[in-house]
């Protein structure tokens, strides 16, 4: 079993950056595949980013890919999604998901574990 924290949401301005922490607790954290999901309101949770692993490939949204970009440190539990030129349209919950077996899955059903999401808000 293991527990998802994120962090490092805000309000940021259009065209700055944050970068989001997942902490995770629990066993065998090296194991899990890792993605970042996020909500708008009135929208359905979408995929952002994943990374398996082993950490060697990185899987991106279409409409993030150029400006996010996902890591770990399995040492230190966690991974990260730093976001880069943000546009008001990235406005969402951003929620940290884990499995066993999602091998970079676009899919929110292949994630077992979730954290409760950190907030972001794009605007001026």
């Known amino acids: 079993q293991v527990q998802l924290v994120e962090s490092g949401g805000g309000l940021v301005q259009p065209g700055g950056s944050l970068r989001l922490s997942c902490a995770a607790s629990g066993r065998s954290f090296s194991a899990y595949d890792m993605g970042w999901f996020r909500q708008a309101p009135g929208k359905e949770r979408e995929f952002v980013a994943a990374?398996?692993?082993?950490?060697?490939?990185?899987y991106y949204a279409d409409s993030v890919k150029g400006r996010f970009i996902i890591s770990r440190d399995n040492a230190k539990y966690t991974v990260y999604l730093q976001m880069n030129s943000l546009k008001p349209e990235d406005t969402a919950a951003y929620y940290c998901?884990?499995?066993?077996?999602?091998?970079?899955?676009?899919?929110?059903?292949?994630?077992?574990?979730w954290g409760q999401g950190t907030q972001v808000t794009v605007s001026s």
């Open positions: 990374i398996p692993s082993s950490g060697g490939s990185t």
């Open positions: 998901a884990a499995d066993f077996w999602a091998r970079g899955s676009r899919s929110e059903n292949q994630y077992e574990h």
